[in-house]
């Protein structure tokens, strides 16, 4: 009996399965990656030039009508100043990206040039706030404080870099909430609650503390550059320790040149604070100014303090050289504070004199 003759599988037009074929794995392709990875950052570096914008100045006028008490409490001194300072705090939180100092993700974490900013405007703000609970909402030392301005200086004192329990932010909020409720009983007249001393020796209290910011800001600014001259004016030596001697050739003084710019920018925000306070100073102060006649100072430093908050015509904060090719922002701004400081003393002299 004969065996049929087997047929190999490629006559018979069938196919046996393969075993030696592996399912190849999955994976994302590197053009999808690539891509996300390109949109994340397109969407971070959007997000960080948004965030780094300013805020304009604000419109004194603007800012009063909009408290409460208007206009019935538009001639009460200190209004305006009060006002200002809310204005200030809000600008301060509802800019783009809001508060950023203690951002602990990008892009917020990597912008320290705005962190700056914050830094300088709060600074200001505390110096403001502070010396309305101590000196212009009492009328003498053993007067009681204010409770609603306690409590805004204490929410104030909050640290920035604080993100949670509480969160600077919401701490900053009701430190404005408490000053919107001081400005209501002071522009509703109730004086039993809510009183403002524009008087020329509280006036002075606060500049002479205003006086040492902008000095701290004029030294730091003009040492961009190294000054060996200023070392040596103030008596600091190479060495340190007991083998320190003045005599020897003094270290200069230069600010670290990866915080030239956060120190530049530190100063623009309390300069930008600090021009739309004297704004409303010159309005709530303006009988005792007339009396001690220094309207002229007090435009001097509202000029000046203008000036140093001009809008830069350049992305990066140059470091050149003070007579050198390129231009160095810092020593500009100095020049600007530095006058500024100049007419504030004066203006300081003026109401600490009977």
Not at 69 to 83: L, M, S
Not at 139 to 148: F, H, I, K, L, T
Not at 178 to 201: I, K
Request: hydrophobic fraction near 45%.
């Amino acid at each position: 009996m004969k065996h049929p003759r087997s047929t190999p599988p490629h006559e018979t037009g069938t196919l046996l399965p393969r075993t030696d074929i592996r399912p190849a794995p999955s994976r994302i392709p590197w053009r999808t990656t690539l891509g996300l990875l390109g949109l994340v950052g397109l969407v971070l570096v959007s997000l960080s030039v948004y965030w780094s914008i300013h805020p304009k100045r604000l419109d004194g006028a603007a800012v009063t009508l909009a408290e409460p008490g208007e206009p019935a409490g538009n001639a009460i001194p200190g209004v305006r100043t009060v006002a200002m300072a809310i204005g200030i705090g809000d600008a301060l939180l509802a800019k783009p990206g809001g508060f950023l100092y203690n951002d602990r993700l990008p892009p917020g974490i990597f912008l320290d040039n705005t962190q700056s900013w914050e830094c300088g405007n709060l600074m200001a703000l505390r110096d403001f706030v502070r010396a309305l609970r101590n000196d212009f909402s009492r009328s003498q030392s053993q007067s009681v404080e204010n409770a609603d301005v306690q409590e805004a200086d204490l929410r104030f004192a909050i640290d920035p870099k604080s993100w949670v329990l509480p969160s600077a932010e919401t701490a900053y909020g009701l430190g404005i909430e408490a000053l919107e409720r001081y400005l209501s009983d002071l522009s509703g007249g109730h004086q039993a609650s809510a009183q403002f001393f524009a008087r020329a020796d509280n006036l002075a209290v606060y500049l002479a503390v205003v006086e040492k910011r902008l000095g701290h800001f004029g030294v730091r600014l003009s040492s961009s550059v190294p000054d060996r001259d200023l070392a040596a004016a103030i008596g600091i030596p190479r060495a340190v320790g007991d083998a320190a001697l003045l005599d020897e050739e003094p270290v200069p003084i230069q600010t670290p040149w990866h915080q030239v710019d956060n120190v530049y920018y530190c100063a623009r925000g309390y300069s930008w604070a600090l021009y739309h306070l004297m704004q409303a100073i010159a309005s709530d102060f303006e009988g005792v100014l007339a009396s001690k006649r220094a309207e002229v100072s007090l435009q001097q430093i509202v000029r000046d303090l203008k000036g140093a908050t001009k809008p830069m015509g350049s992305p990066l904060v140059l470091n050149g050289d003070g007579y050198g090719i390129l231009a160095n922002h810092s020593l500009v701004l100095a020049s600007y504070i530095a006058k500024a400081n100049a007419a504030l003393m004066d203006l300081r002299i003026l109401m600490q004199q009977g």
